[in-house]
């Protein structure tokens, strides 16, 4: 079972898995493969579509670009650390998006040698909890951690700890998803928020928050507003649109979607013929869409047809409009 990458275990795993793109194969080869060779051929095309490399968008490149500005920056100020904040609706692709930044800044670490050891901890990675306190706030980075929380600590006592472990660890940075639920309308969470403000003056490295339209939550509102808006950059992932000149992006999208999914039988770039409805049925969301087309491309690799029938998808939606209408 994976284990989340909310733990140290997991997230290790996370960054150290390495997935091996399926050597293309055609229709007459996979045929005469034998059932067993045959069934693990269709498994690892699976695995490699919904685990393999993400798609590099625009909106992706720009965020990655900002958090490292921001990581080179901070090594040289002794405090008011700059951190970002990535912010859209839901399923926009916010936890893909950090979770991958922070694992290619981490693989690039151990490439030069710099995260190596067993004390070694370069990423962080938490989810801020529903109905989080302060002391559940601190708790997330003990876990991580691998600490110990003793039902004696204060939650001085309890940050203090946390601190001392990330900077005898080497962490540079350090993710903090769900940021969304320190809802600043409850005194405990205007609490929690304030206690992961001074962790973050405590801790070496930089803070990178993610959340659902993190402004509604109340974040950045008033005086502790100004003070998280002074250093933190907010970022937005938008939908993508399907008008004007945001159409040949969301093309490029499509595109390089349908070449991940890796279906023998596939024509390469017929998804365009479907680029209007594919954007009506998702709303431009990414998450939306790369769920739909893997339930699709693993469907037709189960089946054998190995091509998305967006034909029978979208024939059989007017075909139910237009019995609706009558």
């Not at 670009?65 to 912010?87: A, D, P, W």
């Not at 040698?113 to 997330?140: D, H, Q, W």
């Not at 003056?201 to 993610?210: I, L, M, N």
Request: aromatic letters at 6%; a neutral charge; hydrophobic letters at 40%.
């Amino acid at each position: 079972m994976t284990q989340a990458i909310s733990t140290r275990e997991g997230w290790s795993a996370f960054v150290s898995e390495t997935l091996d793109k399926p050597v293309p194969i055609t229709r007459s080869e996979l045929d005469a493969l034998s059932p067993a060779d045959r069934a693990m051929n269709r498994e690892a095309r699976k695995q490699f579509m919904i685990r393999g490399p993400v798609v590099n968008t625009a909106q992706f490149a720009v965020i990655e670009t900002e958090i490292r500005r921001r990581l080179m920056l901070n090594q040289y100020k002794s405090h008011g650390k700059l951190g970002v904040i990535v912010s859209g609706e839901p399923n926009i692709g916010k936890t893909t998006t950090v979770a991958h930044i922070a694992r290619r800044f981490e693989r690039r670490r151990r490439d030069v040698g710099r995260a190596g050891g067993a004390n070694s901890i370069p990423v962080v990675y938490v989810c801020v909890p529903p109905s989080c306190t302060p002391k559940l706030m601190l708790g997330e980075f003990a876990h991580f951690l691998g600490l110990p929380i003793r039902t004696h600590y204060n939650t001085g006592e309890l940050m203090n700890t946390v601190a001392s472990v990330v900077a005898a660890c080497g962490t540079e940075l350090i993710v903090v998803d769900e940021i969304h639920n320190l809802n600043q309308k409850y005194k405990q969470m205007r609490e929690a928020s304030d206690t992961l403000k001074q962790l973050s003056e405590k801790c070496p490295g930089t803070f990178v928050y993610a959340g659902v339209e993190v402004e509604a939550s109340g974040l950045v509102d008033g005086s502790r507003g100004r003070q998280v808006t002074s250093r933190f950059q907010i970022m937005h992932l938008h939908k993508f649109e399907n008008a004007g000149r945001a159409r040949a992006s969301w093309a490029d999208l499509l595109v390089a979607i349908e070449g991940s999914l890796g279906l023998i039988d596939q024509e390469p770039g017929a998804i365009l013929r479907h680029a209007t409805e594919l954007h009506n049925a998702t709303g431009g969301v990414i998450g939306d869409l790369t769920g739909m087309l893997h339930m699709l491309a693993m469907d037709a690799i189960d089946d054998g047809t190995e091509r998305l029938d967006l034909d029978g998808v979208f024939g059989a939606v007017t075909a139910s409009a237009a019995k609706a209408s009558r």
